[in-house]
């Protein structure tokens, strides 16, 4: 098989386990809640829409990024090779359906700073390099 396809098959069953983990662990949030009174808490950057990531070596140094849903993110991008790089948020793998796009630039050791509103409904989402994008891609995961 390809190496292509191969990280295409990866990917996919990634956003799948991912889809899935999500759905039970909101089903079990909602039955059980996580605080004394049943309602739901958050803390961290992901609470906060807060984000960092690094491209190095024609990689990215996270698979997955969070944020709660209709909220600001702001993503601050680390470009620490010497070629062009950006992080590219889809609705699914195949890229059609954008959330946002960031700008395309050029490192070494650059940092842009992407701002967004993270979609309404909570679930898994898709980023990418629109430049490598079979090797540089995740998960992003939309929480309530």
Known sequence: MPHNQTNRRIARRRFLLVSLGM????????????????????????ATGELEIVAERIAFDKDELSAPASRPVRLTFLNKDATLHNVAFYRSEDAEDEIFVGEIFGGPDKTIVYEFDAPAEAGAYFFRCDIHPAQMNGTFVVSE
């Not at 759905?23 to 992901?46: E, I, K, V």
């Open 23 to 46: 759905a039970f662990a909101g089903a079990l949030t909602a039955a059980c809640g996580d605080g004394a009174d049943g309602a739901r808490s958050s803390s961290g950057a992901a």
